[in-house]
């Protein structure tokens, strides 16, 4: 029984090999060679079958292709019905970005053509600012929407 507690096992072990030392396994081919040992070595058939070397017809596209990709921007125009609607209600950029709930950076991007449209945000300008900033006529007053007419129980209309 005293055995068992000075007896040590290693399973594996860090220096990669049976010989230890850490050698690679270049250095252990070269190793043989020089002791004068028979060496030979074979190609794994289909090794490194993952990479990917050549050229393909889509690169060739590719570097061929001359159009730059851009996101769409907002036409300049419509970045100034902006800052004149703004400025005819006596807003700020701060204080129309906090009423339609956007960061003031959204509102400077959209003055100054930089933004991406957003069709949301957009909506939202319209109502703050009361015109159009969408479709054929940019820059008009924005129509106000009927109010409808709820009938109660009693039988009477109510405004809602």
Request: hydrophobic fraction near 30%.
């Amino acid at each position: 029984m005293s055995d068992d507690w000075n007896t040590v096992t290693v399973i594996g072990n860090r220096r990669g090999g049976a010989q230890g030392g850490g050698m690679g396994k270049e250095r252990q081919v070269n190793l043989a060679r020089r002791q004068g040992a028979s060496v030979s070595t074979e190609g794994k058939y289909g090794a490194g079958g993952n990479t990917q070397k050549g050229t393909s017809l889509n690169t060739a596209k590719l570097d061929a292709e001359t159009d730059e990709l851009r996101h769409k921007t907002m036409d300049l125009n419509v970045g100034k019905l902006i800052a004149q609607g703004r400025q005819a209600k006596e807003m700020s950029q701060k204080d129309l970005a906090t009423k339609i709930c956007e960061k003031p950076q959204v509102v400077t991007e959209y003055e100054q053509g930089k933004g991406i449209p957003n069709q949301q945000i957009l909506a939202k300008m319209e109502r703050a600012l009361g015109m159009k900033l969408r479709g054929k006529d940019k820059g008009k007053p924005l129509e106000a929407k009927p109010v409808k007419a709820v009938e109660t129980k009693t039988g009477k209309a109510k405004k809602k």
